[in-house]
């Protein structure tokens, strides 16, 4: 069994930031890609920002310069530091990793998603 397990999510007013965390657990041989998605109410989920495996990102331009993709592959964790938040960021955030599990099989997997609400 291979999952995705979020944090950090909340309450935070305008100009606030949070720190979101996602650690695969499991039977995992090595993760590739991970990343953060978003979901408003009403709206589609949308790409947040993703990281490689060797560390190159890609971010949404609704967040360049205000967010930040990390990721410790000793821990599995994958993180996503926000500053600056703004309300249209109210969302549920979802982490996402493409994982190879000891059995040679690649996996897609999803978190079960944490609130992200930016009061103004």
């Known amino acids: 069994q291979v999952q995705l397990v979020e944090s950090g999510g909340g309450l935070v007013q305008a100009g606030g930031s949070l720190r979101l965390s996602c650690a695969a657990s499991?039977?995992?041989?090595?993760?590739?890609?991970m990343g953060w998605y978003r979901q408003a109410p009403g709206k589609q989920r949308e790409l947040v920002s993703t990281?490689?495996?060797?560390?190159?990102?890609n971010y949404a331009e609704a967040v360049k310069g205000r967010v930040t993709i990390s990721r410790d592959n000793a821990k599995n964790t994958v993180y996503l530091q926000m500053n600056n938040l703004k309300p249209e960021d109210t969302a549920v955030y979802y982490c996402?990793?493409?994982?190879?599990?000891?059995?040679?099989?690649?996996?897609?997997?999803w978190g079960q998603g944490t609130q992200v609400t930016v009061s103004s």
């Open positions: 499991g039977s995992i041989r090595r993760i590739d890609t």
């Open positions: 996402n990793a493409m994982i190879m599990a000891t059995s040679g099989l690649w996996l897609d997997r």
């Open positions: 990281i490689t495996r060797s560390g190159s990102t």
